[in-house]
């Protein structure tokens, strides 16, 4: 009797090692082109609405739709220029280059174990990132805005597979049990993390929602 690799990271033969580097199913690469695209997505839209504020104070963005659900007032918080520019620019560049590897990917390409490792802090900083900007967004600031979640979950998804996928490949040293784990389970963890932050969004503005 044999078994079946889940189809979202069925190995492949450019998942083996060959000198070092491997490379990944077309389920994972499609994986990064749409997450990169999702936080694409979402960064250019909150751009195009941060240059219209910029343009006219009055201006509303359309995901503004009540006093906790507001884009504008994320938007005109300093959280919003971390870095000094607006932080949907640093998106526009950082799912870009996402894209770029999902594509080249799955023209069936190999990558040594530094690129896979580079890649993994690159998300693993996206992570972090996000994850101040949630505090921020539900303790400091007080509003939600709804591209920033779907930038966010985008973000949590291919943080938690590119991880997975550098345990499994051996480039992040991992007792057997947590490189089976990765393998048949890699949805597990960032459906866990996603569940998290709906939990402390829903009990943040519990009596707004049950209101």
């Known amino acids: 009797m044999t078994t079946t690799a889940p189809p979202e990271e069925a190995h492949t033969a450019a998942d083996e090692p060959e000198g070092g580097a491997v490379g990944a199913s077309r389920a994972f690469s499609w994986m990064l082109i749409i997450t990169g695209a999702a936080g ?3 960064a250019w839209v909150i751009t195009l609405d941060k240059f219209k504020l910029l343009e006219d104070k009055n201006f509303k963005p359309g995901c503004s739709i009540n ?4 884009c504008g007032n994320i938007m005109e918080s300093d959280q919003a ?3 000094g520019a607006p932080n949907p620019m640093i998106g526009l560049v950082a799912y870009g280059i996402v894209i770029a590897v999902g594509v080249t990917l799955l023209t069936r390409v190999t990558f040594p ?3 896979w490792l580079t890649f993994n802090a690159g998300c693993l900083f996206g992570v972090g990132f996000c994850t101040w900007l949630q505090y921020q ?3 400091n600031i007080g509003s939600l805005c709804l591209w920033c979640c779907l930038a966010w979950v985008a ?8 991880t997975a996928h550098n345990i499994r490949s051996g480039f992040l040293p991992a007792p057997a049990a947590v490189r089976g784990f990765a393998d048949e389970f890699p949805w597990v963890l960032p459906v866990l993390h ?3 932050i709906g ?8 009596d707004f929602w049950t209101g």
Do not use: K
């Open 40 to 42: 694409l997505l979402a």
């Open 199 to 206: 939990i402390l969004i829903l009990t943040r503005w519990w």
């Open 155 to 162: 973000t949590l998804v291919m943080f938690w597979y590119v």
């Open 137 to 139: 967004s539900l303790y």
């Open 67 to 70: 006093p906790v659900v507001s």
């Open 194 to 196: 996603v569940g998290v």
């Open 81 to 83: 220029s971390a870095f």
């Open 113 to 115: 174990r530094w690129y």
